[in-house]
């Protein structure tokens, strides 16, 4: 089982930066992949960036690819999401959510935090 909380949403203007943390429960932080998800008013849920438990294999969706990074420190069992050149099309709730490596699916997710971008 982990549980995750997110932090570090708010409101900020175009053009700025935010960075998210999902901090983990339990003590094998470093066996899962962790994600991010978002999920805007009135649309489905969708993939924005990933993270192998080492850290060494990253994934971002195409409309996020040069404007975020993710990362992680397994000795914190925290995960950052740093976004940059925001536009008010990433406007949304963001999620981090954790895979262990016997699932072929995210099974645990956090609450989410609101970012919300003006333009």
């Known amino acids: 089982q982990v549980q995750l909380v997110e932090s570090g949403g708010g409101l900020v203007q175009a053009g700025g930066s935010l960075r998210l943390s999902c901090a983990a429960s339990g003590r094998t932080f470093s066996s899962y992949r962790m994600g991010w998800f978002r999920q805007a008013p009135g649309k489905e849920r969708e993939f924005v960036a990933g993270i192998s438990g080492s850290g060494g294999s990253i994934y971002y969706a195409d409309s996020v690819k040069g404007r975020f990074t993710i990362s992680r420190d397994n000795a914190k069992n925290t995960v950052y999401l740093q976004m940059n050149s925001l536009e008010a099309e990433d406007t949304a709730v963001y999620y981090c959510?954790?895979?262990?490596?016997?699932?072929?699916?995210?099974?645990?997710w956090g609450q989410g935090t609101q970012v919300t971008v003006s333009s």
């Open positions: 959510a954790a895979r262990s490596s016997i699932e072929n699916r995210y099974a645990y």
